[in-house]
Each structure stands twice: as C-alpha cells, then as structure tokens.
C-alpha cells in the first residue's frame, strides 16, 4: 500500500537555502556541508567553508527545531513528517551536526535543541486528528493516509539518530540528569 504524499509546503522560509527553498541532504547547503565535512575528515582543510555552513544550517535546524517543539507543547499533531524527515527534515540536519559537534561550538549547542525536539516528538501525547486519537508525530488532515515506517521519511529516521547520538555518548538531555528520556519514546 503505497502513502498518497502531496508536496509539504515549504517551511524553510528565510531559513531556507539560497535558492529560496529547504535545504536538504541531496541539494542546497546541507548537501555541499555533508560533502565539505567528508572531504574535510579525509583530506582536511575546509574549515572556513564548514564555518560557514554550519552558521546557516544551525539557523534552519533551530527554527525548525523550535517550530517542532511550540507544536508539540501546544498538542498538535507535528503536520507531516517533513519536520523530522532524514532527507528533508531536521534529523537529516541532526546527523551533521552530530559529525561537526566536535569541530563546533554552535554544532553541538544547536544538536541538543535538534535531539530535544525530537525526544519531546517521540514522547509526547497522543492527539486528536479528524476525530482520532493518534501519536502526536502522526501526519495531520490529509498529509499522509498511512503509517511510514521507512528509514528516510518515518519514525525510524529520528529514533537512528537518537541511537547514534546515544552511542556517541551525546544525549539530548546533557547536563540535566534525564539522559535516559529516549527510552521512553520506543517503551
């Protein structure tokens, strides 16, 4: 059974990419960083290209993390699943900032806020969408008829960070003493 997907509206705003659009892991800003970050670890250099970058994707994956979170702590449904999208979304952002957390300060400041929208995601309460009660990252009114549970575009995208992030020893909740919240979101 194949989901019926109609194109997302574009959240990226002045966030976005200069092209005017989301940036995304195959095009725009976060695809040059992914690539600049590989040449950087094998071939070093790059630095002021990753500077660079890291500035405009940690402004994005703020204002998307920030987004998710007002959703959240209001008990709506996230809307669809670009928020936490791997390709599109900000777990796809996650992912670079966890590689560029030790190379940069605002990398890692803007991977706890990434990491706490997506716990506060996975943990939050269910939510009433067209009268049915369904988790609160489920797609709202129309986005998506069914469940994705694809790597690239479903839940198990954020919950592969979370894990990744877990194994690194970079926990959401750094610092606070909760850095076990994860496992509630996969009880």
Do not use: K
């Not at 600049?36 to 790059?46: D, R, S, V």
């Not at 560029?100 to 716990?119: F, G, K, Q």
């Amino acid at each position: 059974m194949a989901c019926r997907r109609p194109r997302p509206p574009d959240r990226g705003g002045r966030h976005g990419t200069a092209l005017g659009g989301r940036s995304r892991l195959f095009s725009g800003a976060a695809a040059v960083a992914f690539v600049g970050q590989a040449a950087a670890c094998a071939y070093g250099g790059y630095s002021e290209l990753l500077e660079q970058l890291d500035r405009h994707l940690c402004r994005s994956a703020t204002h998307l993390a920030r987004q998710g979170l007002a959703t959240v702590r209001a008990g709506q449904p996230i809307g669809d699943d670009t928020l936490y999208d791997v390709l599109s979304g900000i777990t796809g952002l996650g992912r670079y900032l966890l590689a560029r957390r030790d190379a940069s300060d605002l990398a890692d400041a803007t991977l706890t806020e990434v990491l706490r929208c997506l716990v506060a995601i996975a943990v939050a309460g269910d939510v009433r969408v067209d009268g049915v009660q369904v988790p609160a990252w489920w797609g709202a009114s129309g986005s998506r008829d069914c469940l994705n549970v694809g790597l690239a575009h479903g839940v198990p995208g954020p919950l592969a960070l979370l894990a990744l992030c877990w194994l690194a020893r970079r926990h959401p909740d750094r610092g606070t003493g909760r850095g076990d919240r994860p496992h509630r979101g996969v009880a």
